[in-house]
């Protein structure tokens, strides 16, 4: 691991990997004090809004084990937790 953040490890790994055209990232571990996988100073918890042509023709599931195996490393690391929303253009909100 660089000294990064975890953060900007995610919008690297998810840029290069999907070529988003939208991509919002939010870090939620302060939300997650007191429960599983959370670290005091530590970011544990994110949030991951992307919409990208990667995603078009795949269910929420295979959009979601993409997003997954980008991140293998960060989960592998101390990540605990995503909240995924997968979007492919046009897709209905």
């Known amino acids: ?5 975890r953060a900007q490890r995610i919008r690297d790994a998810l ?5 988003p055209l939208a991509l919002e990232i939010a870090d939620d571990s302060h939300k997650h004090a ?3 996988g959370h670290r005091p100073g530590e970011a544990t918890h994110f949030t ?7 995603f078009t023709g795949l269910n929420r ?3 979601q084990r993409l997003v997954y195996d980008l ?22 909100t």
Do not use: C, F, N, Y
């Open 1 to 5: 691991m660089t000294d990064q953040s």
């Open 15 to 19: 840029t290069q990997g999907l070529k």
């Open 34 to 36: 007191g429960h599983a």
């Open 48 to 54: 991951v809004q992307v919409t990208s042509d990667a």
């Open 61 to 63: 599931i295979a959009r």
């Open 71 to 92: 991140l293998a490393d960060e989960l592998a690391g101390g990540l605990h937790a995503l909240a995924l929303v997968t979007k492919a253009p046009g897709d209905r």
